[in-house]
Structures are given as structure tokens and as C-alpha cells.
């Protein structure tokens, strides 16, 4: 069985459009869906409750209800805690699946049992895709590389490109370093074995940091390319908010404190501190603009 986890706050539209997109196709595995509401004010879970009533019924949807909003890492385990799969579907609320992309998923981790976690090709609503679904480690130096924007100038550099592996085929299996938790296919014995989500990472971050702990228990993080969704990110607003921006760049602060600070000499760090606050007051200013 295959659980698919969905973290809806506030978005009942993309929601809805995110679980049509599964059960209006004919599957030949078993699934369910857990759609776990982090609060949402707005009455979305409620309407959301009407829309597949039959489905929740039926056992196939299950809805948790948080009082509070937990955050991406901690929603999704509660997801993780209550499922009854042995693949868990990490999916964002803002993703449509097409065509058979979960049958296309499932059959090809089946068959490595040293494959710890599969993502799919992302595409954004423009048909472009999104970068983020293939990625290095965020090393010092490809963070560097990659805020002075190399990657751009050199795409097919393997030293420059590291970041958001611009010099692999996107069209290609390839063996990656991380994945992005919108869309991320996880066996339930490697969860056993790394644990879930770091709950420390609010809403950014926990996906590099399960894919980093994932490839150090000795797996292999997959990007498959001929499955595909589309990913609707930041498609309501250009303007994002404090918190959201803040999450952004702490979760840097939070996996460079986890991972790398005892490789690198205090200076590296501090070089490493300075940039992560120069990137978050840029980011504040010019959010200020946006509309």
C-alpha cells in the first residue's frame, strides 16, 4: 500500500485540485490519503470534509485536524505515525499527479531494494522545471557557487552546478543528493531505520536534511524523470511573508549546524553565519517590493 501524506493550511482550491488528481485515476496498487490540516482558519478542512465525504467514508482519505499550525515536519509525521503503507508519499498540497505517475514510482523502487528515497520531475505550471527536485548537498562552496548565481553562467560544470545539479540530464535516472519533500517516496523500513522528519525544521529544509540522513544510513536517493506532476508553488502571491522568509534561511542556519559546522574552521562558519544574514535582510528588502 502506498500512504500518501498532504499538509493543507489554507488552501482548499489547490488542495482539492491535488486530491482529484489522484482519485480520479485508476490505480492497480492500494492507497490511502492523509490529509493532515494544520489549522487552517478558513474553513478549508471543513469544505474539504464535504467535497469526499464518500471517499472518507470508504476509508481511503483520512483527516487529522491540528489546533494549532505545526509546520511541514511535524504535519507530515503525524501522517507518517498513523499510516498503514509500506511506501510513504510525502506530496504538497499545491502539486497535481499526471497520468500514471505513482504506478511509474512504485514499480521502479520495487525493484532496488537499496533505493532509500524517489522524487519524480517536478514541473512548474510554465512547463519549466523546477530545480529544486534534483539537488546536491548545500555545501559552503555550492551555496556560494550558487548565490553568485554560477550555476546560471556554467550550467554544465559539475564544481559549479553542484547545487541544484544543473549538469545532469533532467530527462535521466540519476542517483542525486536530495530530493523536495513535495513529492518524495520513502519505504517505510528506511524511515524505521533514519526516523522521520527532523521536527527542529519548521517548514523548509527537512527534506535535505531526511534525503541527508537517508544517503548516510547507506541509500540511495533517486530522481526519476519519466513520472512527472506539476508543482503550483507560489502561484497565489509574489509577496511572501515575514515568517515564511525567516523559515527560509533559518533552516540554512539549522543544517549547517547540523551537518557541516565540526568539517569546517570557525571562520568558514562565520563566513557561512554572515551570508546566511546577508541573504535573509536582501530577501526582507526586496519583498518589500513585491505586490
Known amino acids: 500500500m502506498l500512504s500518501i501524506i498532504i499538509v493543507n493550511y489554507k488552501t482548499y482550491k489547490l488542495t482539492k485540485q491535488t486530491i482529484n488528481s489522484i482519485i480520479e485515476k485508476d490505480h492497480n496498487f492500494n492507497y490511502e490519503i492523509i490529509l493532515v490540516d494544520n489549522a487552517s482558519n ?7 470534509e464535504r467535497e469526499f465525504k464518500q471517499k472518507i467514508d470508504d476509508n481511503i482519505i483520512k483527516i487529522v485536524k491540528n489546533e494549532e499550525n505545526l509546520g511541514f515536519s511535524k504535519a507530515n509525521n503525524i501522517g507518517i505515525k498513523i499510516s498503514k503503507g509500506e511506501y510513504i508519499l510525502t506530496l504538497n498540497s499545491d502539486t497535481v499527479i499526471v497520468d500514471d505517475c505513482l504506478r511509474k514510482c512504485l514499480e521502479y523502487i520495487k525493484k532496488d ?7 519524480c520531475k517536478v514541473l ?5 522545471i523546477d530545480k529544486s527536485c534534483k539537488r546536491g548537498f548545500p555545501t559552503p562552496q555550492a551555496s556560494l557557487f550558487y548565490m553568485l ?5 556554467f550550467p554544465n560544470n559539475v564544481k559549479f552546478g553542484q547545487y541544484n545539479l544543473t549538469y545532469l540530464n533532467e530527462n535521466e535516472i540519476n542517483e542525486v543528493d536530495s530530493l523536495v519533500g513535495a513529492f518524495m ?7 524505521s531505520e533514519v526516523g522521520m522528519f527532523d521536527e527542529d525544521f519548521f ?10 540522513r537517508i544517503k548516510k544510513a547507506g541509500y540511495k536517493v533517486i530522481y526519476y524523470p519519466k513520472a512527472q506532476i506539476i508543482h503550483y508553488k507560489g502561484s497565489s502571491s509574489r509577496k511572501k511573508r515575514f515568517k515564511t522568509i525567516y523559515e527560509f534561511h533559518r533552516a540554512m542556519y539549522l543544517f549547517y549546524n547540523k551537518h557541516y559546522k565540526k568539517e569546517y574552521s570557525n571562520l568558514v562558519t562565520l563566513i557561512v553565519y554572515l551570508g546566511i544574514l546577508f541573504k535573509l535582510i536582501l530577501s526582507l528588502l526586496l519583498n518589500l517590493f513585491k505586490r
Open 185 to 191: 517516496i520513502v519505504p517505510k523500513k528506511v524511515i
Open 42 to 48: 478558513d474553513g478549508s478542512v471543513d469544505k474539504l
Open 149 to 153: 548565481k554560477f550555476d546560471r553562467l
Open 113 to 119: 531494494n537499496n533505493i532509500g528515497a524517489l522524487g
Open 203 to 212: 517548514m523548509y529544509g527537512e527534506d535535505i536534511d531526511w534525503c541527508y
Open 124 to 128: 512548474l505550471p510554465n512547463g519549466k
